[in-house]
């Protein structure tokens, strides 16, 4: 049997479509390889716990249950490629809300999450405290930069079977807070720190809180800066790590994407607070078929929804398609979209707790012109339309009063909502059905 192509999802943590996109061009010019590049893809979900179930599971975020782990009735796209015959190797940069913890381990033979401090326990605490504040001196973030997590992953894929096809999952957190880029500038390395250390504490103050003057905010402005160093930073080791990648084994998809967006003061919120509009959901996306089968650039401008990643992976690897997934398999070089994108996440996402059991929903639809949201809390809805710039993205959603709009898009949510829940219902059966035959 002909080995199937291998797999690589690269995961950039809180990395902004329209900032990758000035960027993109260090990556393109570099490698030389053919690729689709969707200029209009969204997250499901804001913020790392509720956008990953869509990317990772193709299952919209509350489905199961308000949790932020992985629920038993999902299932993994390590574990539907590991189920195909495929050895799975995940690596993720230190965020716990991908963690083993939340069972984002399931379905891989090797996998590293970086996470060194133990649980919540005091030594636990105390040594992350001491930790962290020795890279924050020495201007290190506090997670394993893009260069380390790349060499890893290299290593271990020199120790695979070369007759096994294999999926590697890498997720980078360079472009998420602390911004701290590699330098030999240590009065640079000083401001930075300090910029961080001003910047979470805005976070802190304005949680929850929406101010259209943050976007003129001089501590916002210099966070923005450095912000982009890391992006500038990153591509470069993305760049040499694809060359490598393509050097080593030519037959590899590689897939770039983000989880969410990030704020510096657009619609009034900064960082990427549970807030559904385009600045934290509209989100990076390009995929890399391997050499032989495209050497043209195809541009995607239609709706994208990450639920349809997953089967749309499975099925250009030509493999069986995985019962559980939510999301369908799409025709990436002649893509048709969607009219919406539906996304939720908790009012009380923002809270550091790792877990969250309680809450209420925030939900929205993105059409090409409007979104929708309705808030479980209050029971209000929000229309806005979205801003044409001449075609150039700008984050800008104005409020507007129009009934009829309003009501019709009610009325897909409210039915978007009800075949999400039919959905669930026949995916717990199903497993139960399972469990009990074995
Ligand atoms: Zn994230």
Not at 18 to 42: P, T
Not at 83 to 110: H, I
Not at 128 to 138: A, I
Not at 146 to 158: G, K, P, R
Request: with cysteine.
């Amino acid at each position: 049997m002909k080995k199937k192509d291998n797999l690589i999802i690269i995961t950039i943590d809180a990395l902004r479509y329209d900032e990758f996109k000035s960027y993109f061009e260090v990556l393109e010019k570099k490698i030389n390889r053919g690729y689709v590049f969707f200029e209009n893809a969204f997250a499901n979900g804001c913020g790392t716990p509720r956008s990953f179930p869509s990317i990772m599971c193709s299952s919209y975020p509350l489905a199961f249950g308000k949790q932020f782990h992985i629920s038993k009735y999902e299932k993994t796209l390590a574990e539907a490629l590991r189920e195909r015959g495929y050895a799975t190797l995940g690596f993720v940069a230190a965020n716990p809300f991908v963690s083993s913890v939340l069972g984002y381990n399931r379905g891989f033979l090797v996998f590293d999450d970086y996470m060194r401090f133990k649980g919540n326990t005091v030594p636990g605490k105390v040594s992350w405290f001491l930790t962290t504040t020795k890279n924050l001196v020495w201007g290190k973030p506090n997670y394993p930069r893009a260069e380390e997590i790349l060499t890893d992953v290299l290593q271990h894929l020199s120790r695979i079977d070369v007759d096994k096809s294999f999926f590697v999952w890498i997720h980078l957190m360079d472009t998420h807070l602390p911004w701290l880029p590699p330098s030999k500038n240590p009065l640079w390395k000083f401001k930075a720190v300090l910029c961080n250390i001003k910047f979470r504490n805005m976070l802190k103050e304005y949680k929850g809180k929406r101010d259209p003057n943050l976007v003129h905010n001089r501590v916002v402005k210099e966070a923005k800066k450095l912000y982009i160093s890391t992006i500038d930073y990153l591509m470069n080791v993305l760049k040499k790590f694809m060359i490598e990648i393509d050097k080593r084994c030519p037959n590899t998809w590689i897939v770039i994407l983000a989880d969410h967006g990030e704020a510096f003061g657009e619609m009034g919120i900064i960082g990427h607070p549970p807030e559904l509009f385009d600045i934290t959901l509209h989100i990076p996306l390009v995929i890399f078929p391997p050499a032989v089968t495209i050497k043209e650039v195809v541009i995607v401008k239609d709706l994208f929804s990450l639920i349809d990643l997953s089967p749309t992976l499975l099925d250009l690897l030509q493999l069986l398609a995985e019962p559980k997934f939510f999301g369908k398999a799409r025709n990436i070089f002649k893509y048709s979209g969607d009219n919406f994108v539906y996304s939720e996440v908790l009012e009380e996402d923002g809270s550091d707790k790792i877990d969250i059991s309680d809450g209420h929903a925030v939900v929205s639809i993105r059409t090409n012109n409007y979104r929708y949201i309705w808030r479980e809390k209050t029971r209000e809805e929000e229309l806005y339309v979205i801003s044409n710039n001449n075609g150039v993205v700008d984050y800008k959603e104005e409020k507007l009063e129009n009934e009829e709009v309003l009501r019709r898009m009610s009325k897909v949510v409210a039915k978007f909502r009800r075949n999400i829940v039919k959905s669930t219902i026949i995916r717990k059966f199903t497993y139960r059905k399972k469990e009990r035959k074995y």
